[in-house]
Each structure stands twice: as C-alpha cells, then as structure tokens.
C-alpha cells in the first residue's frame, strides 16, 4: 500500500487535500461536467467530505477507489480528478476514471493523466488489464480511450437507470502486452 504522487512535465497527481476545496467544488459543481458521471454535482459539504475521506486512502486496497487530485505543476491549481481502482476479486485487474475541469479540457490534460497511470499501473505495479466503463454519449472520453488505443470489448445496452432514463455504457480495456506495444506512440 502507498500513497501515490505522479508527476508529469505538466502537472502533479496526489492525494487530495483540505485545500483542493474550491478548485473541486469549481468543476464538480458544474452540470456539464458531471453530466456522464453517476455522482451528480456535488454539494460544499458532500465535497468537505468527500475530501477527507481520500486524503488519507493508499493506493493497493482491492475494491476500493481512490480518488486523486490533479494539480498543475508550479502552482496549487487542482484542474481536475482521477480514480484508480484495483479489482476486489483479482487486484491485477485495475480501473480508471478521469475528471478535467471545463476551464482546461482540450489542452492534453485527461490524456496526460491517463498515460501517467498507465505508466504507474503496467510499470510499476504489473497489472494485467485497465478498464474504463464510460456512458456512450461521453464523446469525449470515448475519443480519448481511442487515442490512447484502448478496446472496446462491450456494448451493454440500457444497463443503468439513472435520474428516471435507461443509460448505456461501453466498456473498454488495455492488457499490458497491448500497452508494451503501444506506450511510445501515445
């Protein structure tokens, strides 16, 4: 178990902290943001909460999300989020979710997150396979999956009921093998 920080020429991936409320509160509060997202816009005090909560999890509890803050580096400026959880039944299975603020989408950041945990989880701990679940009208997150080269292996068809309408998902994933071959060209 350890807690985990990433760094990127662009931005740092911690822990959160008590600190990083406004700049949550910022996107999470966003509608267009969370629209996709099973959670909702987040209240002050659900976010208070939610903060103290993952400030002090470590990354290696099989079944457990951890969720981390994306700073920009050079300054305290959160733009973002992103999740990683190993799997509760076989912990060399992991999944991902990332978060980006509206003010710093389409600028590289999500898919700079997203390389730096690959990196983390194939290199550094071995896992077998990442996962990424996502809405499929997530066109964003689904071209990003794309770019990265990941799989899409399903196509589950109204699986979700979520504020009184039927949702589908596509699930996507990358084994290592798969990663070794493609992580110098994306």
């Not at 309408?165 to 060209?185: C, F, N, P, T």
Request: aromatic share 10%.
């Amino acid at each position: 178990m350890l807690k985990l920080k990433l760094h990127t020429p662009r931005i740092t991936i911690r822990n959160m902290q008590p600190g990083d409320l406004e700049g949550f509160l910022f996107y999470r509060q966003n509608p267009d943001i969370v629209k996709y997202q099973s959670f909702g816009v987040m209240t002050r005090e659900r976010a208070i909460g939610f903060i103290s909560a993952q400030q002090e999890k470590v990354f290696g509890v099989p079944g457990e999300w951890v969720q981390y803050a994306v700073e920009l580096n050079g300054g305290a400026e959160v733009i973002g989020d992103c999740a990683v959880q190993l799997d509760c039944e076989d912990p060399r299975i992991a999944r991902v979710g990332i978060t980006i603020s509206h003010t710093h989408q389409c600028k590289g950041y999500a898919r700079e997150v997203f390389k730096a945990i690959l990196e983390f989880l194939f290199d550094q701990v071995n896992v077998h396979r990442v996962e990424e679940t996502v809405d499929t009208r997530n066109i964003a997150s689904i071209t990003l999956l794309k770019k990265m080269e990941f799989r899409m292996e399903g196509h589950f068809i109204e699986n979700i009921f979520d504020e009184g309408h039927w949702i589908s998902e596509y699930q996507y994933a990358m084994l290592k093998r798969e990663w070794d071959v493609v992580k110098g060209r994306i």
